[in-house]
């Protein structure tokens, strides 16, 4: 027989924001039904489980509320395309926001930068500069969000990617450029579509438009997209300063 009992525990907020992938419909308000509620310490679950004295969470005695709903954090809003970014991603927090732009004036898509919140406390009081340099060493994990402003052919996503990363390689590891051209499927991007870019030193992991992901190897290519999104001439220069600017207030 499997009794009711109700067994209460605690997750930490970061094992839980590891948990949650960026929601994919951020352009509504999302209410997550669950029983939990979600505090500025703790999220609280709670749990059912076999009637069995020896289980590990058995002796664990903290008090809970008999149910409760998750209110997922209001997401932030991009100005200028009016995208909405969570304000999680990948347990990660979101430090700023911009536009890629073509010819100037045409809304390719916007683009969000999320880092772990300890980054933020490790930097106050940093120079601009040092701020700069952290950004470019792909040893300090983040996740690089990207949600199409219109439509726009894959291939002309890849190329554009692509010819922005090449020089920056200076002609090593080219054949991950390649690599990362097969990691999206031969179709094309619609307005909202959404991929994530994650870095964590010389590993990329990259959730394409449809949900896949696939992973690049390469401390060059890891290295090349830091400077794409936060080198001098940074394909989004509005992102490039909401970064500088947001990352310290996370």
Do not use: W
Request: glycine share 6%.
């Amino acid at each position: 027989m499997i009794a009711s009992r109700c067994l209460n525990f605690r997750y930490s907020i970061t094992t839980v924001q590891r948990r949650l992938m960026c929601s994919a419909s951020t352009h509504s308000e999302n209410l997550f039904r669950s029983k939990a509620i979600f505090s500025g310490a703790a999220l609280i679950v709670t749990a059912f489980v076999l009637n069995n004295e020896s289980h590990p969470f058995a002796s664990l005695e903290v008090g809970v509320p008999s149910s409760g709903d998750i209110i997922m954090m209001e997401p932030m809003k991009e100005k200028s395309t009016g995208i909405l970014f969570p304000k999680l991603c990948n347990g990660f927090s979101l430090a700023g926001m911009g536009v890629r732009y073509k010819y100037g004036f045409v809304q390719v898509y916007a683009v969000g930068s999320y880092f772990d919140s300890n980054a933020s406390i490790a930097l106050r009081g940093s120079s601009k500069d040092a701020i700069e340099k952290v950004l470019l060493d792909p040893m300090y994990p983040r996740t690089i969000r990207i949600v199409m402003a219109r439509n726009l052919s894959i291939q002309k996503f890849t190329d554009a990617l692509n010819e922005s990363l090449e020089p920056r390689m200076k002609g090593e590891d080219l054949e991950k450029l390649d690599e990362f051209r097969k990691l999206n499927p031969a179709v094309d991007l619609i307005k909202g579509a959404e991929m994530e870019l994650t870095i964590r030193g010389d590993t990329l992991l990259y959730k394409n438009a449809t949900g896949a992901v696939g992973m690049i190897r390469s401390a060059v290519f890891t290295r090349a997209l830091c400077d794409v999104y936060y080198g001098k001439d940074a394909v989004s220069p509005t992102h490039k300063e909401s970064v500088l600017e947001g990352i310290l207030n996370l």
